[in-house]
């Protein structure tokens, strides 16, 4: 069975820092995908980041970088120069086959401060 | 920008009451998947959707929650009847396709069973 597993419920970081947000995760697939969503106070899913588990190089997109580590299990998202905006709740998620239904984790809150 | 609409946004009900949530996916999404957020927990999934046949409801509690896709477009997940422990977020979301990386989100509806 897949497992995503998010040890870090919340986080503090200063603006225009950079943060850390792990990720471990569990499967016996040899094919799956990594995902990184944004979930504000609104509540809507915002997609942040994607990597698939053959990707030989890390995937970034804009101040979002993830960490991808296969032989450890972990895909930590790296957010640079964090903005007030960045406040949300973090989910870590994983699907079969690089799509499908996602398993999410518990997700970490991240606060920014001023 | 196309967007996954769903409404009601916000829906109050009795316990024992029946409630009915709908979907409309991004334009030309044959994936459609119905996901559940308790607060302060990631999404879990309750039916996939591939054009207008079920793929996946090991998840939904089918004595109680109906999920249809009549037309392989929008779809409705109904309740009936509503229990307390149904609080939740309902989160609909869609994908161009059963392999497609990622997955577009709605703002959910935030259900309360009182």
């Known amino acids: 069975a897949q497992k995503i597993t998010q040890t870090q419920p919340g986080m503090f970081v200063q603006e225009k820092e950079a943060v850390t947000l792990d990720c471990t995760y569990d499967?016996?697939?040899?094919?799956?995908?990594l995902f990184w969503y944004k979930q504000p106070s609104s509540g809507e899913m915002i997609f942040l980041i994607y990597?698939?588990?053959?990707?030989?190089q890390n995937a970034t997109e804009g101040r979002y970088s993830l960490n991808f580590q296969k032989a450890r299990k972990s895909a930590n998202l790296v957010i640079s120069a964090s903005q007030l905006g960045d406040s949300a709740m973090y989910f870590c998620a994983m699907s079969r086959n690089q799509g499908g239904k996602l398993i999410f984790g518990q997700g970490t809150e991240l606060s920014v401060k001023p | 920008e196309a967007e996954v609409a769903q409404s009601p946004r916000y829906k109050i009900t009795e316990k024992s009451q029946a409630v009915a949530f709908w979907c409309d996916p991004i334009s030309g999404h044959a994936t459609l998947y119905w996901y559940r957020q308790i607060l302060g927990q990631g999404p879990e999934l309750l039916v996939q959707?591939?054009?207008?046949?079920?793929?996946?409801d090991s998840q939904l509690p089918k004595d109680r929650f109906s999920a249809e896709r009549l037309k392989g477009v929008d779809s409705t997940l109904k309740i009936q009847p509503a229990e307390l422990g149904d609080s939740a977020m309902y989160l609909c979301?869609?994908?161009?396709?059963?392999?497609?990386?990622?997955?577009?989100f709605g703002q959910g509806t935030r259900l309360t069973v009182v």
């Open positions: 499967t016996s697939d040899p094919s799956y995908g």
């Open positions: 979301a869609s994908s161009r396709n059963r392999g497609g990386t990622e997955a577009f």
């Open positions: 990597q698939g588990s053959y990707d030989q």
């Open positions: 959707f591939q054009d207008e046949s079920v793929v996946d």
